[in-house]
């Protein structure tokens, strides 16, 4: 228990978002902070800083959010057992305890979307292709619904595709759905029917 960040009201509805959604933002940028860490392989109760916690929640959401609101959504998830908190010295250290599936889902999806707004296309593409045996349909099925929900484009039945460098979320992923050990990465120059994939990416 952390004094520090236990003294407002316990209300994670803030104005300018729906409800939930800030809680859900929180909570995603703590799992974006322990991907880009690259401590996935290691622990998911990797310590982050708070401070970092605050930066990445105004860069994805183009916001300054109040912090005692976010104060706030941190207890509430601590209250929850879905993060500690401690403080050490003059820092706040926050820690996911455990991995929450929909959490690193949608830290990836973040991550990916991120890369749409920001960065500016090669002109290359970027793919993933699978071979997932017919006895394992239910997996097969499950990893190209988490390929299309984290940002992918269904380029063909077992072949996906991305406009970014995106070769270290694909070994995330291999870590974090059985299926995706078929997965296989490649960078291509050109694709045939790229304009579809270009709307699909706003790319035109």
Request: aromatic content about 12%.
């Amino acid at each position: 228990m952390v004094k520090s960040i236990a003294k407002t009201p316990d209300k994670t509805k803030d104005k300018g978002f729906k409800h939930r959604e800030l809680r859900e933002i929180v909570i995603k940028c703590i799992g974006i902070s322990i991907l880009l860490g690259g401590t996935f392989l290691v622990t998911p109760n990797f310590p982050i800083v708070y401070g970092g916690i605050l930066k990445l929640i105004e860069e994805f959401t183009k916001k300054k959010i109040p912090e005692a609101k976010i104060k706030r959504v941190l207890k509430n998830l601590e209250r929850k057992e879905i993060i500690s908190i401690e403080k050490k010295g003059d820092q706040v250290l926050v820690r996911l305890k455990g991995w929450i599936p929909t959490v690193l889902k949608y830290s990836l999806k973040s991550l990916m979307d991120f890369k749409r707004r920001e960065k500016k296309w090669p002109g290359k593409w970027f793919l993933v292709f699978f071979d997932v045996p017919e006895k394992q349909r239910n997996k097969r099925d499950y990893l190209r619904s988490f390929l299309k929900d984290v940002g992918f484009y269904p380029y063909q039945q077992s072949v996906y595709i991305f406009p970014y460098e995106c070769e270290e979320e694909i070994k995330l992923i291999k870590q974090i759905v059985e299926s995706a050990k078929y997965l296989s990465y490649i960078v291509a120059e050109r694709i045939e029917f790229e304009a579809e994939a270009k709307r699909h990416f706003n790319l035109i």
